[in-house]
Nanobody
């Protein structure tokens, strides 16, 4: 069982930056591929970024490529999402995901980008 708790969301102006964190419980954190997803009002949840268990391999949605960076610290059981050059269309609830033999989700953190 893995429990995920996101933090770091908030209100920021367009062009600004935020760093999201996702703290995971459980001793098997380092074996999971970790990801960030987001859901804007009235829209379906969409993939944002993912990172392999080792941190060597990353993948990004085209909409955030070059602006967002995913990273992880297995010693701290934490995955991060550095978000730069934020746009109003990045406004959403951001969810942390752990993918292993099962999928685990956090409850999300709200990011609001004002124009």
């Amino acid at each position: 069982q893995v429990q995920l708790v996101e933090s770091g969301g908030g209100l920021v102006q367009a062009g600004g930056s935020l760093r999201l964190s996702c703290a995971a419980s459980g001793r098997t954190f380092s074996t999971y591929t970790m990801g960030w997803f987001r859901q804007a009002p009235g829209k379906e949840r969409e993939f944002v970024a993912a990172i392999s268990w080792s941190g060597i391999s990353t993948n990004y949605a085209n909409s955030v490529k070059g602006r967002f960076t995913i990273s992880r610290d297995n010693a701290k059981n934490t995955v991060y999402l550095q978000m730069n050059s934020l746009k109003p269309e990045d406004t959403a609830v951001y969810y942390c995901n752990a993918k292993g033999s099962m999928d685990y989700w956090g409850k999300g953190t709200l990011v609001t980008v004002s124009s």
